[in-house]
């Protein structure tokens, strides 16, 4: 449904986006992780027509972004990082234009700035001026600006950024019920974000990818060994020689010891699954068993591993 | 077509939903009038002496002494007051981020364009239209011809159309309505007083050069009556020229960023 093909974009001697090359499937929805300036906004504005490439090819629904511009636009709806209101137009308006410039008729106009305002929550403000609304009422209604025609690609720039913790949960509903009728591509910051809504993780840094996967997979296939955090009670024992003689075992560590518990990371292949092993061994030995918890590297430590081991090879 | 029509919709609304239109309106008619009371004691006085036989011409033409010079000080006001309408065109879009609200929707740069001229033009026309009232009471107390007039007013018109589309033009390069503002102001000016650089009395290709370029050269046929198709063409391709490299603006500004 999208399909970016090298897409480089240069500024004079700067290169904001290096040979990027992803792909969305249709229905999918794609989070954009990256830090700041890393080039996911120049991406996007590339993708929605915006502004062309230097290089490479970037086509949604089939028509390429650049050579058929008028009807690649008609399909992607944008949402970009601050909401393009106009201060001076009450909401209905503001949405009734948009509505017109998308070509909608004006038989539909009516209802369907009523439906995408009632999809986004933005009713009871229908008759406010868009500069006198609040933040999280501002991207609510650039969202509904974004999903006014019913466009096949949605391509949203930190939709969530200024909202409180309710509108969050309720966009990210949002977005998850967009998906399947939309392709959506969605950048962010906010890491658990890409865990909870999207198919697939693009990670980008300095302009250049530097992952794509699924965020489970992401989270497996950059964890060498598995974790396990074990705190225990063995009464003045030491712990270590039987834990560590546990096949598949490869490191034991103490990190925390009192007169009442112990506290182990036990590092493990990534293969071999040393939970009950671990377990019995706890119990056959009498000890007591207070917690053990697998501990998943979560999508901040990749991204970061990520984004700063690139920075090491300079 | 319609896309056109909805963007030069928003654009006339934006002035008339803050009292921006109102102020450009009133204090063109205000001005208007000024020079119209003036032109008018003129007048009065020219055709006084005239009576009492104390020189000057025999009978006194309303549009020679009276319409010519007024059209004359609506052109400098003109002058004043247009790019303080083109210059938040695109300046104020681009500093808030809705152009990208247009360029990324099914318009072209194009529609964009001349959707954005139509909409400053309506209102130019407005406060144009709104001086034909005095016009009208001329009408009811002295003899004026009609015709001179009409191709005056064409002739403003015209000449309003050729100032906006510089404005957009310069709009389109600055994100800051202050610089796109004063820019154009400066360079009407400079297209105002090109011609004065030349010795008319030499007729040499420079002078004539200069002279072709002055954007008020070409209006005095028309304040005497005289639609030459010279001036026509003119005012027309400045329109043109300068819509075009507004398009080749926002072109380029997307290649740069």
């Known amino acids: 449904m999208i399909e970016v093909q090298n897409v480089t974009k240069r500024y004079g001697p700067f290169t904001a986006v290096n040979d990027v090359s992803f792909r969305v499937e249709s229905g999918q929805i794609l989070g954009f992780l990256g830090p700041n300036g890393a080039g996911k906004t120049t991406t996007m504005r590339i993708l929605t027509g915006c502004i062309p490439a230097t290089e490479g090819r970037a086509a949604v629904a089939g028509f390429d972004v650049f050579e058929q511009a008028v009807e690649a636009k008609r399909r ?239 | 077509m319609s896309n056109i029509l909805a963007i030069a919709q928003k654009e006339l609304r934006s002035y008339f939903v803050s009292p921006i239109a109102y102020v450009f309106i009133g204090f063109f008619a205000l001005l208007y009038g000024y020079f119209f009371a003036v032109s008018l004691t003129f007048l009065v006085r020219v055709s006084m002496q005239a009576g009492m036989g104390m020189g000057g011409p025999q009978t006194v033409n309303i549009n020679e002494y009276m319409m010519r010079p007024l059209l004359g000080n609506t052109a400098v006001i003109m002058l004043l007051v247009l790019p303080l309408m083109t210059m938040r065109t695109y300046a104020e879009e681009k500093r808030s981020g809705t152009i990208e609200l247009l360029l990324s929707s099914p318009l072209t740069g194009v529609q964009i364009i001349i959707g954005k ?43 309003g159309g050729a100032f906006i589309s510089i404005g957009l033009l310069i709009s389109s390069i600055t994100k800051n309505q202050m610089v796109a503002g004063m820019g154009t102001f400066f360079v009407l000016l400079l297209l105002w007083v090109i011609s004065w650089i030349g010795d008319p009395a030499s007729g040499s290709t420079t002078t004539q050069l200069l002279g072709y370029l002055s954007i008020l050269d070409h209006f005095e046929d028309f304040s005497k009556g005289v639609i030459d198709t010279k001036h026509l063409a003119y005012y027309l391709s400045v329109i043109t020229f300068g819509l075009f490299l507004t398009a080749k603006s926002v072109e380029s500004e997307q290649w740069r960023g």
């Open chain 1, 76 to 314: 992607t709806g944008y949402l970009p990082e601050t909401p393009p209101l106009y201060p001076d137009m009450t909401v209905r308006e503001y949405l009734t234009f948009a509505a017109r410039i998308n070509a909608i008729g004006s038989s539909s106009r009516r209802e369907r700035v009523n439906s995408a305002m009632s999809r986004t929550n933005v009713e009871d403000v229908a008759d406010r001026h868009c500069g006198k609304l609040s933040k999280g009422y501002r991207q609510r209604v650039g969202l509904a600006q974004a999903i006014l025609h019913n466009p096949d690609v949605l391509i949203l720039d930190e939709p969530t950024a200024g909202l409180d913790p309710k509108q969050i949960i309720e966009t990210r509903e949002l977005i998850k019920n967009l998906a399947g009728d939309h392709t959506i591509i969605l950048s962010t910051h906010i890491l658990p974000e890409v865990a909870q809504t999207c198919q697939s993780v693009v990670i980008i840094n300095k302009g250049q990818v530097v992952a794509v996967d699924t965020p489970d997979n992401l989270t497996s296939r950059l964890q060498g060994s598995e974790t396990i955090k074990v705190e225990l009670d063995t009464q003045g024992a030491d712990p270590l020689p039987a834990v560590s003689s546990i096949p598949g075992v490869t490191n034991v560590a103490i990190t925390q010891s009192n007169d009442t518990s112990q506290v182990l990371d036990v590092q493990s292949d990534q293969s071999s699954d040393v939970r009950r092993q671990l377990a019995s061994t706890i119990v056959s030995n009498g000890w007591g068993l207070l917690e053990l918890t697998p501990i998943r590297m979560s999508l901040e430590d990749i991204f970061l591993e990520l984004t700063t081991s690139e920075e090491s090879h300079e």
């Open chain 2, 117 to 159: 001229f139509l909409g400053v033009v309506t209102l130019f026309t407005v406060m144009l239209a709104v001086t034909l009232i005095h016009v009208a009471i001329l009408f009811m107390y002295g003899e004026p011809e009609l015709g001179p007039i009409l191709s005056g007013y064409l002739g403003l018109w015209l000449m």
